[in-house]
Structures are given as C-alpha cells and as structure tokens.
C-alpha cells in the first residue's frame, strides 16, 4: 500500500456483535507515518522549530504520534471497534451497533481522516508562528473575526475533542477543560488560561472535530455526555434569564479546501443526529474511552498544507 494511506475498514472482517456483522482480525491496516502526512519540508520546519525552541520538543513529538498507531486518535477507533465486537452488550439494540460501526467507518476513510487531522496540525501551525502553513483552514485572526470568537490560546482547536481531553465539572457545577498526559504542556509552555465551559460554548472558534466530525470521532457516551453537558449549561443560563446559544447549534466558519467527502458526511450527520436520537442510544454503563480521527490519503496528501488568507 502507498505510504501515507490510512487502511482501517471496520466491515471488512467476519464476526458477529449483537446480530450485526463486525470485524476483529486485521482490522487496522497500514497507517501513514508523519513524514508521509505533512511534506517533507514540513517535518523539516518542525525539526527547526524545535532546535530553536527546545521547550517545545515534548509536546511536538507527543503531536508526532497522531499519524501513527501510537496517536489518541487512532486508539480510540480501535478501542471503539473491540468494545462493538467484545461487549456488544453495552449498546441497546442491533441499530446502536450498526450505527457505531458506520460511523466508525465513515471516521476510517482516509480522505475524512485526513481533513481530521487538520486540527493538530493546525495547534503545530500555530506553535510554530508562521513557519508552518495552516491545513484546510483560514487564518486565525480571520476565523475569530468571522466567528465574533474568542481566543483561547493555542491548541483551542483540540478543546473539546475527547481525544487530548475531557470537561472536568467541579462541586460548584463549572465545568473547565482538563487536558490528557503531555498534552496539559499547552498551559504550561504556552500561558493559557483555564478554559471554562460557559465561555467556550458561547464562543468558540472553528476546529473540524467541533464543525464536522464530531458524530463520526466520538463514542455514543461521549456525545451523550457532550451533549447533556451543553443542555444543563443552557439551563442554568436561562434561569438566570440570560441567552445561551449551543456550541454546537451551528458550524463556525473556518473551513477552506475541505474535502467534498467531509461536507456530504457532515450533512449527513445532522440527519443522524436527528433521526437516532431516541432509538440507538449506547447503555449507560458503556465505559468506552476516548475518540479519534486521522490523515492521511495519497489523493489528499497534495492538497495538505494551505496556508490561509
């Protein structure tokens, strides 16, 4: 297989889950490796970023993985796929099964993997200050503009994925994000300040896994809990009688040279989202981890590096 092509096709194998056909042996294929992903003169920038910044080297490398099978995102596909196979009893029907396992290969295709992957490409495009290009994206300055957003420092295109981390909800019912592992170096190296739940979902910026993939690189638990999260914020700010518009009621502008694959997925996951709300819920004691997406296919890998406007 070319380097660079991502092989993970959930329906391809035999097995059984819940009535529906699941796959198990040889599931995940060949996976593109970095220099694969970003060209090489890319890999060479960020070999310079970190020569001169070396307090970045950690969390460069730990970004690194995320076209490799040791990536969070890549993991939690996988894990997604033995929790359908194994603990098929953990999902409520036959339907809740056959809906994870389209969505987790819909998330597998290498062009959507690919556009996915933008987002941390982009937190190293932003860490490098102008030496990388951002991916499928505008400038950051443009998209707050666009989205009378706020800025909530780098790596604000990872908040909310469950990938790099999760909301943590306090005794007082605020709710900050708390990152995973290496990834809370984006405090530390960067400065930023705690994110807070009711700000973010008021005013947040355009990110792909917020805008576009989040139905496909999320577990049912996890947008079961995203989405009770953003209802309870919306009530507490109406008993507060003050206006509270979802983080999720509409996508952000931000995108440039997605894929079409990405834009007909996404259209489609709103009739998803609609349409299964009540009959394919995942049981409540699912302790599926966290989620994913990746990059990258030979067709997308020229189209890769944009810089925007």
């Known amino acids: 297989m070319p380097a660079g092509v991502l092989q993970l096709n959930p329906l391809a194998a035999e097995g059984t889950a819940g009535g529906v056909n699941v796959a198990h042996n040889n599931v995940i294929g060949d996976v593109p490796v970095f220099a694969a992903v970003v060209e090489i003169d890319a890999v060479m920038a960020i070999d310079k970023i970190i020569a001169a910044k070396p307090s970045y080297a950690n969390l460069i490398n730990e970004f690194r993985k995320d076209a490799t099978p040791q990536g969070p995102m890549y993991l939690a596909l996988v894990d997604r796929l033995k929790t359908v196979k194994n ?27 690919s556009d996915a992957l933008s987002d941390p490409l982009n937190v190293l495009a932003d860490m490098s200050e102008g030496q990388l290009p951002r991916v499928n994206s505008l400038s950051k300055s443009q998209s707050i503009k666009a989205n009378n957003a706020q800025d909530f420092g780098t790596g604000e295109q990872l908040i909310g994925n469950p990938s790099y981390g999760h909301w943590n909800t306090g005794s007082n019912g605020m709710s900050f994000w708390a990152w995973y592992g290496m990834y809370s170096m984006m405090g530390d190296v960067f400065g930023s300040r705690r994110t807070n739940y009711n700000d973010w979902g008021r005013s947040r910026n355009y990110s792909y896994y917020n805008d576009y993939g989040r139905t496909r690189y999320s577990s049912p638990t996890q947008l079961r809990n995203q989405n ?30 997605l894929s079409s694959q990405s834009k007909t997925a996404q259209t489609s996951a709103n009739r998803f989202r609609s349409s299964s709300a009540s009959k394919s819920k995942y049981a409540k004691k699912s302790n599926v981890s966290k989620n994913a997406s990746f990059r990258n296919s030979k067709s997308s890998t020229s189209r890769g590096f944009r810089r925007g406007k």
């Open 228 to 257: 009770q999260l953003d209802t309870r914020t919306k009530k507490s700010f109406q008993s507060r009688g003050q206006k509270y518009t979802s983080a999720y009621s509409k996508n952000r502008t931000g995108a440039s040279s």
């Open 87 to 113: 603990q098929p009893n953990m999902f409520a029907n036959s339907q809740a099964i056959y809906d994870e396992l389209l969505n987790i290969y819909q998330a597998a295709d290498p062009v959507l993997f």
